[in-house]
């Protein structure tokens, strides 16, 4: 496995048990440094996918490796534009990212690609290809609100989303009025672990005791499936 690529575990959690293990990080570990007075900011993501819905049916079908394109930013700010690839091998991740003027942005939405082929970067001449050859295009947004803790030995970065919710009908990434549809019941939410090589010894304790069980969950499908709802 290259160095590049990250565990990566899942769980859905409840309400209660996010308080219970909270006290605990708290305890141990720093909130992330992007996080705002409130502990958490928001994340929103536009994925793409192709006219056969490669990246949505290959979790599905569990393919061995799998990718996803999508555009994030924070906080439904342009200050962070990024156009992502990420990367899956089982329970290994592996995220590229580029980032993107707003003009670039909005260039890319119009199928207007050909400032990616003078970007200095793999991942964008693969979204080149992948766009003018598998016809990916924007597939639906999916908003959250993270709270992170981050611990240095291992690169351990353990995430809670919270709200996890899907836009229906806009690929408008900067619109706060689209509306938005939960994909999961108010008191659950999605707990995330990742780390380099070995998670440490202190860090494993914690979630060995209280024996959560781990999921595939994904984002990107939980909201597909609800904006396919409408659509029935």
């Given at each position: 496995m290259s160095a590049a690529y990250r565990h990566e575990l899942k769980y859905i959690i409840y309400d209660y048990q996010y308080e219970e293990l909270k006290s605990v990080l708290n305890a141990m570990l720093d909130q992330d440094k992007h996080s705002k007075l409130n502990g958490q900011y928001l994340i929103r993501s536009l994925y793409f996918d192709d006219l056969i819905h490669s990246a949505y049916n290959q979790r599905e079908d569990g393919y061995y490796v799998r990718k996803k394109?999508?555009?994030?930013?924070?906080?439904?700010?342009?200050?962070?534009?990024?156009?992502?690839?990420?990367h899956k091998r089982e329970s290994y991740i592996?995220?590229?990212?580029?980032?993107l003027s707003k003009e670039e942005y909005h260039s890319l939405l119009n199928d207007d690609l050909n400032f990616l082929l003078d970007?200095?970067?793999?991942?964008?001449?693969?979204?080149?290809?992948?766009?003018?050859?598998n016809l990916i295009k924007p597939a639906v947004i999916v908003d959250y609100e993270r709270e992170a803790y981050v611990y240095d030995v291992g690169t351990v970065r353990i995430t809670f989303d919270k709200n996890v919710r899907a836009a229906y009908k806009s690929?408008?990434?900067f619109?706060?009025?689209?509306?938005?549809?939960?994909?999961?019941k108010p008191n659950m939410m999605i707990l995330e672990i990742k780390f380099t090589d070995i998670l440490p010894e202190q860090i494993r304790r914690i979630f060995k005791v209280r024996n959560y069980t781990q999921t595939a969950a994904s984002k990107y499908c939980m909201c597909v499936d609800?904006?396919?709802e409408f659509t029935i």
């Open positions: 394109y999508r555009i994030r930013i924070y906080d439904y700010s342009d200050s962070l534009i990024n156009l992502e690839c990420k592996f995220k590229e990212s580029l980032k970007k200095n970067h793999n991942m964008a001449k693969d979204f080149y290809i992948d766009s003018k050859t690929d408008d990434i619109n706060k009025e689209i509306p938005t549809y939960f994909v999961l609800k904006m396919r």
